[in-house]
Nanobody, 130 residues
Framework: QLQLVESGGGLVQPGGSLRLSCTPS????????IGWFRQAPGKEREGVSC????????KYADSVKGRFTISRDNAKDTVYLQMNSLKPEDTAVYYC???????????????????????WGKGTLVTVSS
């Protein structure tokens, strides 16, 4: 069964940085989209960033462009979200999520949409406050 384990959340001051890690296991396809989503108190969950398992294709929400970077370390089977210049409005529970695909073409669409994931981690809390 596919599982996703997040780590790296915590308390950081505005303007600071954090790096989240997600270690997936159990993929049955080489093609999958994996990404980060967040949910702030009283708000709907939103997609933050997604990345392809193959060609490094990425997608970012407008609110994090230029501040957050998603990356993969295939040797460690880990996906990272480097978050810089953090703002109080970035405070949320961050979830790692994934969806498998049968083809590269569909995978590219999944990454571009960065939604509709099938598998979810338990989440890690990020609090940006002084």
């Amino acid at each position: 069964q596919l599982q996703l384990v997040e780590s790296g959340g915590g308390l950081v001051q505005p303007g600071g940085s954090l790096r989240l890690s997600c270690t997936p296991s159990g993929f049955t396809s080489d093609y999958y989209a994996i990404g980060w989503f967040r949910q702030a108190p009283g708000k709907e969950r939103e997609g933050v960033s997604c990345i392809s398992s193959t060609d490094g294709r990425t997608k970012y929400a407008d609110s994090v462009k230029g501040r957050f970077t998603i990356s993969r370390d295939n040797a460690k089977d880990t996906v990272y979200l480097q978050m810089n210049s953090l703002k109080p409005e970035d405070t949320a529970v961050y979830y790692c999520a994934a969806k498998q695909s049968r083809s590269l073409a569909i995978l590219q669409i999944l990454v571009d949409m960065c939604r509709g994931m099938d598998y979810w981690g338990k989440g890690t809390l990020v609090t940006v406050s002084s």
